[in-house]
């Protein structure tokens, strides 16, 4: 079961394309050996795996740690920072045991149309 926040707010944007030689490069980041790189690849891949992957990294685990916490063999975890299309169930267990929340948005073809989004966290019971 997850707990669902759901926020919404106005967009204003303007679609650019923007080759990967050119993507710029991020600065200024808060988790400890997270680089810049680490993060314009995952985006360049842009696969859920590998969104995971920098969170259980940022977390100082390894696939063992995180099969432990999950209660999946190291495999597994494995299996899961190399897929591309994962349950958001599963986004949210692997995120929570990273320490972090699942956070979904929809940003809209339209601009007249709102952002939609979701913060989803796994129950405090």
Not at 2 to 13: E, I, K, P, V
């Amino acid at each position: 079961m997850s707990a669902f926040r759901a926020n919404t707010a106005s967009c204003d944007r303007a679609a650019t394309a923007r080759s990967p030689a050119r993507s710029p490069r991020p600065s200024g980041i808060a988790a400890p050996g997270i680089t810049p790189d680490d993060i314009v690849s995952c985006v360049e891949i842009a696969t859920a795996g590998a969104l995971l992957a920098l969170a259980e990294k940022a977390a100082g685990h390894s696939h063992s740690d995180l099969g432990r916490a999950l209660g999946v063999s190291r495999q597994r975890v494995k299996e899961i920072m190399e897929s591309g299309n994962l349950k958001i169930e599963t986004m949210v267990r692997v995120a929570a045991a990273c320490g972090y929340e699942l956070s979904i948005s929809l940003h809209p073809v339209n601009p007249d149309r709102p952002v939609l989004g979701a913060v989803i966290s796994a129950d405090r019971a």
